[in-house]
C-alpha cells in the first residue's frame, strides 16, 4: 500500500488543476481568438465543475511563432489577450470563487524578439551576450554539434551579425537562454516575484528539464531504436542536451523564491521515464512540488498495462513526494481520439481516482475528440515542420451553446470546432445524466466529498489472469473509509467477484443509471463500465 495518510495536505496535494489554452476558450473581442476577459467570463464554470485550480497557457507579449511559447516581455500581457489590468480582474474574480491561479512560466527560451536577445546578438561583446548560448562553428566550418530542434532540422542558426551560432531547442524564433549565467537566473526570479507580487498562486515550468545543458556541448549519441516514423529528434539519444544534474539547483533556486510567498506550487514539464522523472523532486524535496507525469499519455491503454504503471510510479516516488496525473494537454492527441469516446469516461474515473493531483485538460470534460484542420487552416509551425505533427487538432476552441461557433466568439475562430458542436457542448450537456461532463462534475465532487479519494492511501488488487487484461482494481483507503475502484477497460461484459463477501454500493458509474445499486458477492460491470464502490453500512 502507498501513501501518506495521517499527515496534513496542502491544495496542491488534495486539489484538481483545469488547464486553459487561452487562444481556445472564450473570445470576448470577437477577433475569433480568446482572451482574458473570456477566461474572467468563465470562472463560474469552472467553479461549478468543481475543480481547484486554473492553469492558464501563456499570455505574456508574443509574435507568437509558438502560439506565446516565445516570450517577448515576461512581465507583460499581450495586447491579443488584453491588459495586466484585465489580468488583475481574472486573479480577484478567481480568488473570489476560491479558485487558485496558476501561470505558464516560459524560462529555457525567450522570443527571437525579446530585447534581451537583440542586446545579446549586436555584439560580441555584448554584456548580455552570455545570456544566451553561441557557439563557433566546428573546426570543419559545421554546425557546433548534432543536437536537433524539437521542431525539426537543427538547433543551431548562423546570426550573420557576429558569425557565430546560437542554440534553440525548438525554433529559431525561440532562443535558449543560459541559465548557466547567474544574471539569468536572477532576472528570471524577478519575473517570478513579478507575477507572485500579483497574486498568483504557482507556475507551469516549461520544458523544466531542458534549462541546463552540457557544459562541454558534447555530440549526443545515436539512438540505435530510432523508427523512420518518429519526430526526427529521436535520432539521438538527448542525453547532454538536456536532463543534465545541475538542473537540480536551478529548480531548487526557483522554488525557494516560491517558498518566501507561502503554498504556492511549482510545476514542472518532463517528458522523462519514471526513474529519471522522480529526481525532479530534487534532493530532499527541493525540487518541483510536481513533476508533471505524464506516464498515461504513453502507456498503452489496458488495465494490466495501467495497473504495472500505477505500481511502478508509486514505488518510485521519494518519501513525502506528492503523486500527480495527467491525460493530456495541448501538445498531446486529446484522449478521446486516442482511446475513443466510451474509453474516455473510465480515462476520467482513472484520472480522479488515483492517488495524486488530476490536471485536465480544457474540453475533455465534453469528450472532445481530433478535431479535423484543413490543410489551408493548419497553425502549428510544428506541423509545417513536420508533418503529421501538428497540435492543433486537440486545441481547437471550446465549445459552449448551441450558438454560431459554439459560443466561443462572435468572430470567426482561429481553429475550426468540432461537427457535432451544436450538440458538443456545455449547455446541451450539463443537465444530461448521460454525458461525459456531468460524469466529470460527479467525479469532482465525490472527490471533494471524500478524502480517500483526494487523500487516501492506494493498494492495487490482484486479479485472476483472465481479468487483469481489461479490468482494473484498487482501493483508496483514509481514516474510517475504503472505497473501491473497478474499471474496465475491455468491451465485454466482466463478472468480479467481490472476494471478502462484505457489501458494496456503488457511489458512482461511468453509466447513467447504476448509482446505488448495492452488491456482495459479485458484481458486474458492463462494457466500458466503471465503478466507485463504498462500503455498505448496514
Ligand atoms: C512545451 C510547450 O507545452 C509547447 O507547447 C511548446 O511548443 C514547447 N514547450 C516550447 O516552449
Known amino acids: 500500500m502507498s501513501g501518506t495518510s495521517g499527515f ?7 486539489g484538481t488543476v483545469y488547464q486553459v489554452y487561452p487562444r481556445s476558450f472564450q473570445d470576448t473581442d470577437g477577433d475569433g481568438v480568446g482572451d482574458l476577459p473570456g477566461i474572467t467570463a468563465r470562472l463560474d464554470y469552472l467553479a461549478w465543475l468543481g475543480v481547484d485550480a486554473v492553469w492558464i497557457s501563456p499570455f ?7 502560439f506565446g511559447y516565445d516570450v517577448a516581455d515576461y512581465c507583460d500581457v499581450d495586447p491579443l489577450f488584453g491588459t495586466l489590468a484585465d489580468f488583475d480582474a481574472l486573479i480577484a474574480e478567481a480568488h473570489r ?16 524578439e525579446h530585447p534581451w536577445f537583440a542586446e545579446s546578438r549586436a555584439s560580441r561583446e555584448s554584456p548580455k ?26 538547433a543551431w542558426t548562423r546570426d550573420e551579425a557576429t558569425g557565430q551560432y546560437y542554440y534553440h531547442a525548438f525554433l529559431p524564433e525561440q532562443p535558449d537562454l543560459n541559465w548557466r549565467n547567474p544574471d539569468v537566473r536572477a532576472a528570471m526570479h524577478d519575473v517570478l516575484r513579478f507575477w507572485l507580487e500579483r497574486g498568483v498562486d504557482g507556475f507551469r515550468v516549461d520544458v523544466i528539464w531542458h534549462l541546463i545543458k552540457d557544459e562541454g556541448f558534447r555530440d549526443n549519441p545515436e539512438n540505435a531504436d530510432f523508427e523512420a516514423h518518429q519526430a526526427g529528434i529521436n535520432r539521438f539519444q538527448q542525453v547532454y542536451s538536456c536532463d543534465r544534474p545541475e538542473v537540480l539547483d536551478v529548480i531548487a533556486g526557483m522554488r525557494a523564491v516560491l517558498r518566501a510567498y507561502g503554498e504556492r506550487v511549482l510545476i514542472g514539464e518532463i517528458y522523462l521515464p519514471i526513474e529519471r522523472l522522480v529526481a525532479y523532486y530534487g534532493p530532499g524535496l527541493t ?50 481520439a486516442r482511446i475513443g469516446e466510451a474509453q474516455a469516461r473510465i480515462a476520467a474515473m482513472l484520472l480522479l ?19 479535423p484542420v484543413p490543410p489551408e487552416r493548419a497553425q502549428d509551425p510544428w506541423g509545417r515542420n513536420e508533418p503529421g505533427h501538428g497540435r492543433d487538432p486537440a486545441r481547437t476552441p471550446m465549445q459552449w451553446e448551441d450558438a ?16 457535432d458542436a451544436a450538440r458538443r457542448n456545455v449547455d446541451e450537456m450539463r443537465d444530461d445524466s448521460r454525458s461525459i461532463l456531468t460524469l ?14 483526494s487523500v487516501g492511501d492506494y493498494r492495487g488488487m490482484q486479479l485472476p489472469p483472465d481479468l487483469a487484461g481489461d479490468v482494473l482494481a484498487f482501493e483508496r483507503i483514509a481514516e474510517g473509509e475504503t472505497l473501491r475502484i473497478l474499471l474496465n477497460f475491455g468491451s465485454a461484459e466482466r463478472n468480479l467477484a467481490l472476494e471478502d463477501g462484505s457489501a458494496w454500493t456503488v457511489l458512482l458509474s461511468t453509466h447513467a443509471g447504476r448509482s446505488g445499486e448495492t452488491a456482495q458477492r459479485n458484481i458486474c460491470l458492463e462494457p466500458d463500465e466503471g465503478f466507485i464502490l463504498g462500503a455498505l453500512s448496514v
Not at 466529470?440 to 479519494?453: E, I, K, N, Q, S
Open 353 to 371: 481516482t488515483l492517488r495524486g493531483t488530476p490536471t485536465l485538460y480544457y474540453g475533455d470534460e465534453i469528450g472532445l475528440g481530433r478535431v
Open 404 to 419: 454560431p461557433h459554439a459560443g466561443f466568439s462572435t468572430g470567426t475562430p482561429w481553429l475550426p470546432q468540432s461537427a
Open 440 to 453: 466529470y462534475r460527479r467525479l469532482l465532487a465525490l472527490r471533494r466529498d471524500h478524502p480517500a479519494l
Open 129 to 154: 551576450r552570455d545570456w544566451y548560448i553561441w557557439r563557433d562553428a566546428a573546426p570543419d566550418g559545421g554546425l557546433p554539434n548534432n543536437w536537433l530542434s524539437n521542431f525539426g532540422g537543427p
Open 287 to 336: 525540487g518541483a512540488d510536481l513533476p508533471f507525469n505524464f506516464q498515461l499519455i504513453q502507456t498503452p491503454w489496458r488495465a494490466d498495462a495501467v495497473a504495472a504503471l500505477v505500481e511502478e510510479y508509486e514505488a518510485a516516488l521519494p518519501q513525502g513526494g506528492w503523486p500527480n496525473w495527467v491525460l493530456g494537454n495541448h501538445d498531446q492527441p486529446r484522449i478521446a
Open 97 to 112: 470563487r476560491k479558485l487558485k491561479v496558476i501561470l505558464d512560466f516560459v524560462p529555457n527560451h525567450s522570443s527571437i
Open 8 to 14: 496534513e495536505t496542502i491544495w496542491w496535494q488534495s
Open 60 to 66: 505574456y507579449r508574443s509574435p507568437m511563432a509558438d
